[in-house]
């Protein structure tokens, strides 16, 4: 958050910049459907995390219970 508002688009560049990559190299996991909007703005990938207490439903993001999920098996 030190970059900007999560919901920003311009924050996940910015975050890119950083990193010295382009921003479809990057994955972004949330579980709050409005960063994952600005998130794939931006240009990034964008994954919704299910947690206890959010709706699985909230958006038609890719997602996933555990963050294992996103590495090969």
Not at 55 to 62: G, L
């Amino acid at each position: 958050t030190a970059v900007g508002p999560k919901r920003s688009a311009e924050s996940y560049r910015a975050i890119a910049r950083a990193v010295e990559l382009p921003p479809g190299a990057m994955v972004f996991v949330s579980d709050v459907a409005e960063e994952l909007d600005a998130a794939t703005a931006a240009g990034c990938r964008a994954v919704l995390a299910i947690r206890p207490g959010n709706r699985e439903s909230v958006s038609a993001y890719p997602s996933i219970r555990s963050l294992a999920e996103l590495l090969p098996e």
